[in-house]
């Protein structure tokens, strides 16, 4: 099956600076990798996605890049504010309502 | 729109007993996958379902059982609890529209079993 690895699993960032995450996966038959941001006591939300036939998107302040050829992909924040301050996901997914998910990385912004 | 809802919110049980959660997606949505959070294990894939029918598993035992109704709605059971079946259970509903398949989470049911 997929296996997703991601890092680092802890961050801390000063606020206005920037946070990058990186996640790599296993299966070349992956072709939907979503992100997903999870506050304390609530669920996972999806906050970006990319697919495999695009190489980036940026949505304001958050931006993905995959490179499928190396098979990884990765999350940058920019401006960084308290409010960032979550566990952050990254998932990978062939049939796209089976995700399989990295560790986790908990983002810290410092104010 | 109303986001996807899972009840009960907390839940405590004995190890033995069975338990059964439920889940009811975003309106139109006729997806609805089930995932288990651990802070050992993260987030692990259960099932899914579709138009009543389960299209896929994870890797977990048989005690773990979902269904989906007509309205999309879906349950999940886990019979006979152990110990480690305390987590975090999440649902997450997908419109499955062409070529859209992002998968929305609800809050989860939080499970401890003593």
């Known amino acids: 099956g997929e296996n997703v690895e991601q890092h680092p699993s802890t961050l801390s960032v000063q606020e206005g600076d920037s946070a990058v995450i990186k996640c790599t996966y296993s299966?070349?038959?992956?072709?939907?990798f979503p992100w997903y941001k999870q506050e304390l006591g609530k669920g996972p939300q999806l906050i970006i996605d990319?697919?495999?036939?695009?190489g980036e998107k940026k949505d304001q302040r958050i931006a993905v890049t995959l490179n499928k050829t190396a098979k990884h992909f990765s999350l940058h924040i920019t401006e960084t504010q308290p409010e960032d301050s979550a566990v952050y996901f990254c998932?990978?997914?062939?049939?796209?309502?089976?995700?399989?998910f990295g560790a986790g990385t908990t983002v810290t912004v410092r104010a | 729109k109303a986001g996807v809802t899972q009840t009960p919110r907390y839940l405590i049980k004995t190890r033995g007993q069975q338990v059964t959660l439920s889940c009811s997606p975003i309106?139109?949505?006729?997806?609805v996958s089930w995932y288990q959070q651990t802070p050992g294990q993260g987030l692990q894939f259960l099932f899914e379902?579709?138009?009543?029918?389960?299209?896929n598993k994870g890797n977990f035992p048989g005690r773990f059982s979902g269904r989906q109704f007509s309205n999309s709605r879906s349950e999940m059971n886990v019979s006979t609890l152990e110990l480690g079946d305390s987590a975090l259970y999440l649902c997450?509903?997908?419109?499955?529209?062409?070529?859209?398949?992002?998968?929305?989470f609800g809050p989860g049911t939080r499970l401890t079993v003593t």
């Open positions: 997450a509903s997908s419109a499955k529209l062409a070529n859209r398949y992002e998968q929305y």
């Open positions: 299966d070349s038959a992956s072709n939907y």
């Open positions: 990319i697919r495999s036939n695009v």
């Open positions: 998932a990978a997914s062939y049939h796209d309502y089976k995700l399989s």
């Open positions: 309106s139109g949505h006729r997806s």
């Open positions: 379902y579709f138009s009543e029918t389960q299209r």
